[in-house]
């Protein structure tokens, strides 16, 4: 480590300190919501992708079961990207306001870093890179945050509201927005898990994010480029009061303007469409007690003659249904049952007539059959 | 007390002797019989009815009873014998006695106030030895309709008959004109549908009314347990590959039901609380009830035709283009659902680049880590 603190190139004009700011306490805000949004998405989202599984039906079923997780789900979702328009903003503000330099911006000094520490990590190279105020791990997990909120955000308001997507989309794009979503997701957290987890966490419990100040020889292995430029004095300074009040006099009415459409945007996605009914009517399929479809005024005397022939009625119930003389001998002329009751009887069998079913003789030709009886 | 009271008295007591002495006589042979019977239920049931037969072979009989209807009360004794409990029963045939018990001539027991009421009374005399069956029926729908005063609802002698009782699945359709003689609108739509049309023309798998709702322990249908158990039922067949084998179908359709959103949900339901109700839709929301028609005849519910409308049952508002939403049952591929089969693909190959380009770093300082411990320790 001495070594390589001896081989900065730039003359120190300030003194070395113990620890260095590095996120202001606005940044270390936004950090949090973001862990907690991320998470809890995640913990909600995964287990709706891996349902099928054992351990997603147990996080589904501890959470409140998967209605519940869903609207978990999309309460942090709509945190999180009210998160992403702040942060927007506050980008915005900084980069044309304030004049700061866009330090998260990838460029071929990265893949030069990454070789370079690669090289240095095998031995290949003594020095480790002299790595600038976001390095390439840092600018690699902004840009996947950025992209991730970005298609996450897509996809999500195409599953959120499929109806308004298709109609401007074709409809396979909805199950395509559900299988990138998950992926995506899936591609997050393996991610934070490795990426994230070795750099901030176990190669060196970074606590910067939280306290604000990074240890000098953290800086010096990770910012070490940040580093030499605080010690040369080479701060970046704020322009005059003027012209950022002259700047804010363009910003805020843009700002507003952005902001509150955007916002408005966050709205329509999270309350527009009402996909589907809310409850879904139990299937009628009991009809013991159905109505009839056909009247008794459709029938017609003259057939019902044919169809008390054609079912051999009178064989119990006698010729012209004045009664028989067996067992069954109940007269049906004229009779005083309704023709509900009557149609009723006939499907029932009642005692120890055989149940007549619509195979046997359709409700029409009951209709022609009572009409018969009444005019008995 | 006077010796002519003593006389009346004599009088009176003799002949309650002797006409206590006459019934015994006649009554005698049937109620040894009939406790023997009794005692020895189920295993050694009685074919002697003859003692019953004396009036009950009469066709006119009846009793009048308290609604002014007429009770039929007439045995055709043929009937019974060629009726599964008649001699050819391998445990024996049955007589009167078992089923109606020993309230033999002259019938103590007040008359049924109905036909109807008489008819189910008559019906507990199954579960003396159906007791399997009745088990069962005790959760089902029919029995307590019965038991909450519905005595429209079937009883054994509905479905079985009396003492023409015949095997109740021989030919398979009579099961389901057993039900329709009273569920007729369901009964004309399921003759109707794939299954019904098949069982018709003598198909020996497709489903029956009792394949889906059971036979004596009938659930109610339109409980939220009915409808999120609803796909496992449908699986039970449509998921068996050597059975749709034979007709040609994927079984894929349940796996594919359950990977989407709607199977996904319903699925959880079912696993966690299946009496939730829940409004993601199940097999036969989309397919139809009993009216299931072959997914692509002109009729289905799902053919491409109408399957806006049958989407727009649950979403009113979908638009022309939603129905492609719904993946299908098949997998995706670069003919269905094109687009959902690149992103997919595209996550295949993105997401091991990306997780394994980040672990070689790892592993590259890991590497550095290492060295340099064991640098370290040499140059102690």
Redesign the interface.
């Given at each position: 480590m001495a070594e390589n603190v001896q081989s900065h190139p730039a003359t120190p004009v300030a003194e070395a300190q113990e620890s260095y700011k590095r996120f202001g306490p606005g940044q270390r805000f936004e950090h949090i919501v973001l862990l907690v949004t991320f998470s809890g998405l995640a913990l909600t989202g995964l287990p709706?992708s891996f349902?099928?599984h054992e351990w997603a039906?147990v996080m589904?079923?501890v959470m409140g079961?998967?209605?519940s997780i869903r609207i978990i789900h999309r309460i942090l979702a709509t945190i999180l990207m009210a998160e992403a328009i702040y942060h927007g903003g506050l980008l915005t503000y900084k980069l044309f306001v304030l004049g700061r330099r866009a330090t998260m911006i990838p460029g071929l000094r990265d893949i030069r870093d990454?070789l370079q520490?690669?090289a240095?990590?095998?031995?290949l190279r003594r020095e480790h890179p002299h790595l600038p105020r976001y390095n390439f791990?840092e600018k690699v997990e902004y840009l996947a945050v950025v992209w991730g909120t970005v298609i996450m955000v897509i996809t999500g308001f195409m599953m959120w509201n499929?109806?308004a997507?298709?109609?401007f989309?074709?409809?396979?794009?909805?199950?395509?927005a559900?299988?990138?979503h998950s992926?995506?997701a899936?591609?997050a957290v393996?991610?934070i898990v490795?990426?994230h987890m070795?750099n901030v966490h176990i190669?060196r419990f970074n606590r910067s994010m939280f306290t604000g100040r990074l240890p000098h020889d953290a800086m010096e292995e990770e910012h070490a480029e940040e580093l030499d430029q605080i010690l040369a004095g080479q701060i970046d300074e704020d322009p005059s009061p003027q012209t950022i009040a002259k700047r804010n006099m363009y910003f805020f009415p843009y700002a507003f303007i952005v902001g509150t459409l955007l916002v408005l945007g966050l709205l329509f996605f999270v309350t527009f469409?009402?996909?589907?009914?809310?409850?879904?009517d139990?299937?009628v399929?009991?009809?013991?007690d159905?109505t009839l479809e056909v009247s008794a005024d459709e029938g017609n005397a003259e057939t019902g003659a044919a169809v008390w022939a054609s079912l051999n009625c009178s064989e119990c119930h006698g010729d012209n249904a004045q009664g028989g003389e067996?067992?069954?001998?109940v007269a049906l002329a004229n009779t005083a049952l309704s023709f509900e009751d009557f149609v009723a009887a006939v499907?029932?069998?009642?005692?120890?007539m055989k149940?007549y079913?619509?195979?046997d003789v359709s409700d029409l030709d009951l209709a022609h059959l009572y009409a018969w009886l009444q005019s008995q | 007390m006077s010796r002519l009271h003593f006389k009346a008295w004599l009088l009176a007591g003799v002949g309650v002797v002797l006409l206590a002495t006459g019934y015994l006589f006649v009554a005698m042979p049937v109620r040894v019989h009939a406790q023997e019977a009794q005692s020895a239920m189920p295993s050694e049931p009685t074919g002697d009815n003859s003692f019953c037969l004396v009036c009950h072979a009469d066709?006119?009989?009846?009793a009048m009873l308290a609604d002014g209807t007429q009770?039929?009360v007439?045995v055709d004794p043929a009937e019974l014998e060629n009726s599964v409990h008649g001699s050819g029963n391998e445990q024996g045939a049955l007589g009167c006695v078992d089923c109606h018990g020993t309230d033999i001539f002259p019938h103590d027991s007040p008359l049924p106030e109905s036909?109807r009421a008489y008819t189910i009374r008559a019906s507990l005399a199954c579960t003396n030895c159906h007791v399997d069956q009745t088990e069962n029926l005790a959760d089902g729908v029919h029995y307590s309709a019965i038991v909450n005063g519905n005595l429209?609802?079937a009883s054994c002698v509905?479905c079985h008959g009396s003492h023409n009782i015949q095997p109740p699945d021989e030919p398979r359709e009579k099961i389901s004109?057993t039900c329709?003689?009273?569920?007729?609108?369901?009964?004309?739509e399921y003759?109707d549908s794939v299954h019904g049309q098949a069982l018709f023309e003598g198909d020996p798998n497709v489903p029956t009314c009792i394949d889906c709702h059971g036979v004596h322990g009938i659930q109610?249908?339109?409980?939220a347990l009915f409808?999120n158990r609803s796909p496992e039922l449908c699986a039970t067949c449509h998921a068996d590959t050597e059975l749709m084998e034979e007709y040609g179908i994927s079984t894929y359709v349940f796996e594919s039901y359950?990977?989407d959103?709607h199977g996904?949900?319903v699925?959880?339901?079912n696993?966690?609380?299946p009496n939730?109700?829940?409004?993601k839709?199940v097999c036969?929301?989309c397919h139809g009830?009993?009216n299931i028609a072959e997914a692509n005849s002109e009729n289905s519910r799902v053919i491409r035709e109408n399957l806006l409308d049958t989407c727009r049952t649950?979403?009113?508002?979908?638009?022309?283009?939603?129905?492609?939403?719904?993946?299908g049952h098949f997998p995706?591929s670069l003919d269905n659902?094109?687009?959902?089969f690149?992103?997919?693909l595209f996550?295949?190959i993105?997401?091991p680049v990306?997780?394994g380009g980040?672990?070689f770093?790892?592993a590259?300082?890991i590497?550095?880590?290492i060295?340099k411990m064991f640098s370290g320790r040499s140059a102690e």
């Open positions: 709706q349902a099928e039906k589904i079923d079961g998967i209605e990454v520490w690669i240095f990590n095998l031995g791990g499929p109806i997507t298709t109609n989309l074709p409809g396979s794009a909805v199950p395509a559900r299988v990138a992926a995506e899936l591609l393996l991610s490795t990426w070795w190669r469409e009402q996909t589907a009914i809310t409850t879904v139990p299937a399929v009991v009809q013991t159905q067996g067992r069954l001998n499907r029932r069998g009642p005692a120890d149940a079913s619509v195979l | 066709t006119d009989a009846t009770l039929h007439a036909a429209n609802s509905d004109e329709g003689e009273c569920h007729t609108t369901t009964f004309t003759r109610h249908p339109t409980t409808r359950l990977t959103f996904t949900t699925q959880l339901f696993q966690e609380d939730v109700p829940t409004n839709a036969y929301d009830v009993h649950c979403h009113p508002d979908a638009s022309a283009d939603f129905p492609d939403s719904w993946v995706p659902h094109p687009l959902m690149l992103v997919n996550y295949q993105l997401i990306v997780v980040f672990l770093l790892i590259t300082d590497i550095r880590r060295r």
